[in-house]
């Protein structure tokens, strides 16, 4: 990487100095909604001419003015003479703000599930950890961390818990709420700044299965009066994962799962992404694939970093093709195709979407501006359009017996390390230059890599072709419900033989047709019990479908209820994961502007700081 290259949303001088390893002293005050404390930083020298180390948020200190997206810069002089490869150590003693800080949320005991206690929890991604701590807040650096967390309710860390332990008394056997207990955490592997993550709240653990010849330990964490619940949803499927996927991607990739502990952590709804450290609980044990991505992301993503937002497709578009090839090396080649073929639905909507608002988004590598918000172009773009580029370049190169092998050879060169993208490219042609041929090479030459990379446009740059088996029933009965007068023809036994993944690609389809008439959608929703499914993704479609003309006579009815359903009116659960709440509040407000706002306003503080953000660009365009 050049030396030049800096990353685009970041002020920090890390070219010249960076963080090698950190430690924390915390202690969380819910009265006061703010985390109190220390961060020493153990940083290390790379250039001759050093002045200071800025950070982003005893010495002599100045703090630079605020920018609306990158915080203020921390100046701190340090001593004279450092060389590179000399160490130095800052201690910086301060609190988090209680308004402002996107970082974190905190939630009255009223949001909770048990409604006890409050609860904390943060959301660094991808350049909010300077509003938890004073740090380098880039993916370029990586760092180890040990941490000292003092709290009144359990907390819990990114890292491997020291003490007290998991599987002992719930919050050291003191009292929950009311006793501080200080739990000790040790990170060994560095990450990157944006996988810094706290919660804490009323939190007990229950353990899966330990997996014979593995070092690492599972469970899951969650309130208590859901974790059995939450043990039941993820109990079968999480040790299938770890048996069979992880077993098959540490054989994928050449290398095995290196954090030690791989722990779910059930959070509150109001968590605004669906992975990171979150799961969803929908009953039927229909959503534990999002498992999978983040199992994948222990290696890329976390293992192998974007180096800067610009190059974010790194760790999506690698995880999202790995995490589908996992299906096809464990299933079939059907539901391979069958998960490239569901995500396309959104990308072609995003791709449309920013087609009107910001074509730059179309690209995989986006040029940032300095100071740009990454969160400006959250989408689909890099998780499937990447994904895609990767299929491509698979296809081009004859499949996977020539791809795979290179697939390995980038986890072995790039394995904690962060990256661009023309790193990533000059590596795949070296690569074929050692090991593969005249044919491969130019297979690689002959892909259009600026269309790839930097086009835009609502399509991708090459049609791509998927195996259509799995979505066969389902795109049938969306052609039956487009055409049909009379929906007697129906019953609730259409969809018996389909999983929740078919019944979503069938509600999809429906969305490529002709709106339905009123009539149509009511029994839709009551044959098939979609208007009030617990299952988020099927009731997310069936509100799709049902307000795709925002003028019908019931589009307002419809939308009130999306609305409601998003806002917890019916079981006193917010919808706060960005994939629910932006599209109901954006077909929301295209139905009826003030009715929207005017719920939006009602429930606004229900909301994590980052979702209220993007459900405001919604609103405001």
Same mark, same amino acid.
Not at 117 to 125: E, K, R, T, V
Not at 237 to 254: H, I, N, Q
Not at 454 to 470: I, K, N, R, S
């Given at each position: 990487m050049s030396s030049e290259t800096t990353d685009p949303t970041s002020q920090s001088n890390y070219r010249q100095i960076s963080t090698k390893h950190f430690s924390l002293d915390w202690s969380i005050d819910f009265h006061e909604k703010v985390i109190k404390g220390s961060i020493t930083h153990e940083l290390t020298v790379h250039t001759s001419d050093l002045k200071e180390v800025i950070a982003m948020t005893s010495l002599q200190y100045s703090l630079g003015e605020k920018h609306e997206v990158m915080g203020s810069a921390l100046y701190i002089p340090l001593p004279a003479g450092l060389q590179p490869g000399s160490s130095v150590k800052v201690t910086i003693e301060y609190n988090t703000t209680e308004l402002g800080c996107k970082a974190l949320q905190w939630l009255d005991k009223a949001q909770t599930h048990g409604k006890t206690?409050?609860?904390? =929890?943060?959301?660094?991604?991808p350049i909010y950890a300077r509003g938890l701590l004073p740090c380098q807040d880039t993916p370029s650096v990586k760092a180890t961390y040990?941490?000292? +967390?003092?709290?009144?309710?359990?907390?819990?860390?990114?890292?491997?818990?020291?003490?007290?332990?998991?599987?002992?008394?719930?919050?050291?056997?003191?009292?929950?709420?009311?006793?501080?207990?200080?739990?000790?955490?040790?990170?060994?592997?560095? +990450? !990157?700044?944006?996988? *810094? $993550? +706290?919660?804490?709240?009323?939190?007990?653990?229950?353990?899966?299965?330990?997996?014979?010849?593995?070092?690492w330990t599972s469970g899951v964490w969650a309130e208590p009066d859901i974790i059995n619940d939450a043990w039941w949803e993820f109990k079968e499927?999480?040790?299938?994962?770890?048996? &069979?996927?992880?077993?098959?991607? &540490?054989?994928?990739?050449?290398?095995s799962y290196k954090f030690g502990v791989?722990?779910? /952590?059930? #959070?509150? !709804? $109001? @968590?605004?992404?669906?992975?990171?450290?979150?799961? /969803?609980?929908?009953?039927?044990?229909?959503l534990v694939d999002v498992v999978v991505h983040e199992i994948t992301h222990?290696? =890329?993503?976390?293992? *192998?970093?974007?180096?800067?937002?610009?190059?974010?497709? #790194?760790?999506?578009?690698?995880?999202?093709? *790995? &995490?589908? #090839?996992?299906?096809?090396?464990?299933?079939?080649?059907?539901?391979?195709?069958?998960?490239?073929?569901?995500?396309?639905?959104?990308?072609?909507?995003?791709?449309?979407?920013?087609?009107?608002?910001?074509?730059?988004?179309?690209?995989?590598?986006?040029?940032?501006?300095?100071?740009?918000?990454?969160?400006?172009?959250?989408?689909?773009v890099p998780y499937d359009k990447g994904a895609n580029f990767l299929l491509h370049i698979e296809r081009t190169?004859?499949?996977?017996?020539?791809?795979?092998?290179?697939?390995?050879?980038?986890?072995?060169?790039?394995?904690?390390?962060? *990256?661009?993208?023309?790193?990533?490219?000059?590596?795949?042609?070296?690569?074929?230059?050692?090991?593969?041929?005249?044919?491969?090479?130019?297979?690689?030459?002959?892909?259009?890599?600026?269309?790839?990379? =930097?086009?835009?446009?609502?399509?991708?740059?090459?049609?791509?072709?998927?195996?259509?088996?799995?979505?066969?029933?389902?795109?049938k009965l969306a052609e039956r419900w487009s055409k049909t007068k009379d929906t007697s023809e129906f019953s609730a036994t259409d969809i018996s033989g389909m999983d929740?993944?078919?019944?979503?690609? @069938? /509600?999809?389809?429906?969305?490529?047709?002709?709106?339905?008439?009123v009539a149509h959608i009511d029994d839709l929703g009551d044959l098939y019990g979609l208007v009030s499914s617990p299952n988020a993704?099927?009731?997310?479609?069936?509100?799709?479908?049902?307000? #795709?003309?925002?003028?019908?006579?019931?589009s307002e009815q419809y939308a009130t209820a999306a609305l409601g359903w998003i806002v917890g009116e019916e079981d006193g659960m917010v919808k706060g994961r960005m994939k629910f709440c932006r599209p109901i509040f954006r077909a929301a407000f295209s139905v009826n502007k003030a009715m929207a706002q005017d719920k939006y306003e009602e429930h606004k503080s229900s909301f994590h700081p980052i979702a209220r953000d993007l459900i405001e660009q919604v609103r405001d365009r």
């Open positions: 206690h409050p609860y904390l =929890f943060s959301q660094c991604q040990e941490a000292r +967390i003092t709290s009144v309710l359990p907390a819990l860390m990114s890292a491997i818990r020291v003490s007290p332990p998991a599987e002992g008394p719930v919050h050291d056997g003191k009292t929950v709420g009311q006793d501080e207990v200080t739990y000790v955490y040790n990170q060994p592997v560095p +990450i !990157p700044s944006y996988l *810094i $993550a +706290i919660a804490s709240g009323n939190l007990c653990y229950r353990a899966f299965e330990k997996l014979e010849g593995k070092d499927d999480t040790t299938r994962f770890f048996l &069979e996927f992880l077993a098959a991607e &540490e054989e994928l990739v050449g290398m791989y722990d779910l /952590l059930v #959070l509150p !709804p $109001a @968590f605004p992404y669906g992975g990171m450290r979150l799961a /969803l609980l929908t009953g039927d044990r229909t222990s290696y =890329f993503g976390n293992g *192998i970093t974007h180096a800067d937002a610009s190059h974010f497709w #790194l760790n999506e578009g690698w995880t999202t093709y *790995i &995490e589908r #090839l996992l299906q096809q090396i464990l299933h079939s080649p059907a539901h391979r195709g069958f998960s490239f073929l569901t995500g396309s639905k959104q990308l072609y909507d995003d791709l449309k979407l920013y087609e009107q608002r910001n074509k730059k988004y179309q690209k995989l590598q986006i040029e940032f501006e300095k100071g740009e918000n990454p969160d400006d172009a959250y989408s689909s190169l004859g499949g996977l017996d020539v791809f795979l092998p290179y697939a390995k050879d980038y986890v072995k060169t790039f394995m904690g390390k962060s *990256i661009t993208t023309e790193m990533w490219k000059e590596h795949l042609f070296d690569y074929y230059t050692r090991f593969g041929g005249d044919d491969e090479l130019e297979a690689l030459k002959s892909i259009d890599w600026d269309a790839w990379l =930097f086009g835009t446009g609502v399509t991708l740059p090459v049609p791509m072709e998927y195996d259509m088996t799995l979505a066969q029933q389902s795109y929740a993944n078919q019944i979503g690609a @069938f /509600l999809e389809r429906l969305q490529s047709f002709d709106p339905l008439p993704e099927l009731r997310l479609r069936f509100y799709q479908v049902a307000l #795709l003309d925002p003028q019908s006579t019931k």
